[in-house]
């Protein structure tokens, strides 16, 4: 016990000389601030070789320092957990026993000694779909989509297409334009996963109103019947394993989530024609509200796609200059 405090003071006295918080080395790490605080303040185990390798680099430790950091890690003489219950890989974390349909987290992969920056971000001009259940997405599909990138863009509403794991195939300039003032984070981007974006990122209530419950549980209502249809998905289980990461976004699945869906009822798993809150970076939308429209084409549907489109109303709570104020008129054919 003696060596596994020593090693939690050495992260926390690394992390404290480069002035970082809890939750800078947390994204980082690109684990929940709990979950790395658990790793300062609570015997460890077992602790995976990746997930050493990426404390060195996350506290930026040279040769020396890092190798201190293993020697002491190498040293705990904390018994180590059952075999089969975490496989030897995840470290204990005090949120209750993991249900046994969880399957195993996987140890963070190794990562370099040396510090790297992370490369700029870069938006590909074409979407790139990730590859199918059956290979590669097909020749004509990819076409397909590239043609339906542009009609996406021509678009003056927010609209984005993602696949069955919620990952971003495209989005258009309006779609990013209303998350433009939101910080990076190494997994929950709006533009690479949306449902991760919704549950993990910790600036998308400054967007999304009403965040918890407007957003938060219906999401997590659509993630629950996928895992229903498809419980061996590998990256749908990945993101139910980063929930179980927090306590109360944990309890809040189990617990929360079946009370709220007996109350909402079936609807909860649809989100075509929902109005949910939304806080514009644009003064002429402001806080105002959006209603969700489910227009993804059967080619599309098919293949296991889904595209919304984010009806934005006009801020009413203020008189907004350059706004129209008036009746909005339903037209068959767009005028514009």
């Given at each position: 016990?003696?060596?596994?405090?020593?090693?939690?003071?050495?992260?926390?006295?690394?992390?404290?000389?480069?002035?970082?918080?809890?939750?800078?080395?947390?994204?980082?790490?690109?684990?929940?601030?709990?979950?790395?605080?658990?790793?300062?303040?609570?015997?460890?185990?077992?602790?995976?070789?990746?997930?050493?390798?990426?404390?060195?680099?996350?506290?930026?430790?040279?040769?020396?320092?890092?190798?201190?950091?293993?020697?002491?890690?190498?040293?705990?003489?904390?018994?180590?957990?059952?075999?089969?219950?975490?496989?030897?890989?995840?470290?204990?974390?005090?949120?209750?026993?993991?249900?046994?349909?969880?399957?195993?987290?996987?140890?963070?992969?190794?990562?370099?000694?040396?510090?790297?920056?992370?490369?700029?971000?870069?938006?590909?001009?074409?979407?790139?779909?990730?590859?199918?259940?059956?290979?590669?997405?097909?020749?004509?599909?990819?076409?397909?989509?590239?043609?339906?990138?542009?009609?996406?863009?021509?678009?003056?509403?927010?609209?984005?297409?993602?696949?069955?794991?919620?990952?971003?195939?495209?989005?258009?300039?309006?779609?990013?334009?209303?998350?433009?003032?939101?910080?990076?984070?190494?997994?929950?981007?709006?533009?690479?996963?949306?449902?991760?974006?919704?549950?993990?990122h910790p600036e998308a209530r400054t967007v999304l109103g009403e965040h918890e419950t407007s957003w938060c549980l219906p999401l997590m209502a659509q993630l629950a019947a996928a895992l229903d249809k498809h419980g061996d998905d590998g990256a749908l289980q990945a993101i139910r394993d980063d929930i179980a990461d927090d306590p109360i976004m944990d309890a809040a699945y189990r617990c929360g989530l079946?009370?709220?869906?007996?109350?909402?009822?079936?609807?909860?798993?649809?989100?075509?024609?929902?109005?949910?809150?939304?806080?514009?970076?644009?003064?002429?939308?402001?806080?105002?509200?959006?209603?969700?429209?489910?227009?993804?084409?059967?080619?599309?549907?098919?293949?296991?796609?889904?595209?919304?489109?984010?009806?934005?109303?006009?801020?009413?709570?203020?008189?907004?200059?350059?706004?129209?104020?008036?009746?909005?008129?339903?037209?068959?054919?767009?005028?514009?």
């Amino acid at each position: 016990m003696a060596r596994t405090k020593r090693l939690g003071d050495a992260l926390r006295s690394r992390r404290e000389e480069l002035g970082l918080s809890l939750e800078e080395v947390a994204a980082r790490l690109g684990v929940t601030a709990y979950t790395y605080a658990t790793w300062e303040r609570t015997p460890v185990h077992e602790w995976p070789e990746g997930t050493l390798c990426a404390l060195v680099d996350a506290l930026e430790l040279n040769d020396q320092q890092g190798g201190r950091l293993l020697r002491l890690a190498a040293e705990t003489d904390v018994p180590a957990p059952a075999r089969g219950a975490f496989d030897g890989h995840t470290p204990v974390r005090p949120s209750g026993p993991v249900p046994p349909s969880r399957p195993v987290r996987r140890p963070v992969p190794a990562r370099p000694s040396v510090p790297v920056p992370p490369p700029a971000p870069v938006r590909p001009q074409e979407p790139e779909p990730p590859s199918g259940p059956d290979g590669p997405v097909d020749p004509g599909t990819l076409a397909y989509l590239r043609d339906y990138a542009a009609v996406m863009d021509a678009v003056s509403l927010p609209s984005v297409l993602f696949d069955q794991h919620w990952d971003v195939a495209h989005s258009n300039p309006a779609f990013d334009a209303l998350f433009r003032g939101i910080g990076p984070h190494p997994t929950a981007m709006p533009d690479r996963n949306f449902l991760r974006f919704v549950l993990f990122h910790p600036e998308a209530r400054t967007v999304l109103g009403e965040h918890e419950t407007s957003w938060c549980l219906p999401l997590m209502a659509q993630l629950a019947a996928a895992l229903d249809k498809h419980g061996d998905d590998g990256a749908l289980q990945a993101i139910r394993d980063d929930i179980a990461d927090d306590p109360i976004m944990d309890a809040a699945y189990r617990c929360g989530l079946p009370l709220w869906m007996s109350a909402v009822g079936a609807s909860a798993i649809h989100h075509d024609g929902v109005v949910r809150p939304v806080h514009h970076p644009d003064p002429r939308w402001g806080r105002t509200d959006c209603r969700i429209i489910d227009e993804t084409p059967a080619t599309l549907q098919d293949k296991g796609y889904t595209r919304i489109t984010l009806a934005l109303r006009e801020d009413r709570s203020a008189g907004a200059p350059g706004v129209r104020r008036g009746r909005t008129h339903l037209r068959a054919v767009s005028g514009g």
